[in-house]
C-alpha cells in the first residue's frame, strides 16, 4: 500500500520561503513520477510541480517557474518542494501525489498525501 506523507507547511509572510517535503512508502518508486499540486478555497486543485523519480526531470506550472524547486532524495523516498519569493496568491493545501511515467504530462496520478497547508500572509 502506497502512503504518501506530506509536511511543512505553515504560515509566512509575501517574500519568505517553505519547503515541503513528501516521504514515500509502500512501494518501488523508481518508474514513478511525483507530483505536487495545490487547492485554493473555492478553486480547483492545479498542478504546481512534477520530477521523474529516475532521472530527476522536472516540469513546473508557469505561475512557480523561476520561484519553486522540485527535488528527490531517492535514499530517503523523498520528494521536496522549495519554495522561495511566496506570494498570497501561493495560499492552498498541497498535495503530493504519485503515478506511472504518463502521469508526467497527463497528470494521472493514482496516489495521493493528505494535503499540508500553506498560508502567505501580505
Known amino acids: 500500500q502506497v502512503q504518501l506523507v506530506e509536511s511543512g507547511g505553515g504560515l509566512v509572510q509575501a517574500g519568505g520561503s517553505l519547503s515541503l517535503s513528501c516521504a514515500a512508502s509502500?512501494?518501488?518508486?523508481?518508474?514513478?513520477?511525483m507530483g505536487w499540486f495545490r487547492q485554493a478555497p473555492g478553486k480547483e486543485r492545479e498542478f504546481v510541480a512534477a520530477?521523474?523519480?529516475?532521472?530527476?526531470?522536472?516540469r513546473y506550472a508557469d505561475s512557480v517557474k523561476g520561484r519553486f524547486t522540485i527535488s528527490r532524495d531517492n535514499a530517503k523516498n523523498t520528494v521536496y518542494l522549495q519554495m522561495n519569493s511566496l506570494k498570497p496568491e501561493d495560499t492552498a493545501v498541497y498535495y503530493c501525489?504519485?503515478?506511472?511515467?504518463?502521469?508526467?504530462?497527463?497528470?494521472?496520478?493514482?496516489?495521493w498525501g493528505q494535503g499540508t497547508q500553506v498560508t502567505v500572509s501580505s
Open positions: 501525489a504519485a503515478g506511472p511515467g504518463r502521469a508526467f504530462y497527463s497528470y494521472e496520478y493514482d496516489y
Open positions: 520530477i521523474r523519480w529516475s532521472g530527476g526531470t522536472t
Open positions: 509502500g512501494g518501488t518508486f523508481s518508474s514513478y513520477v
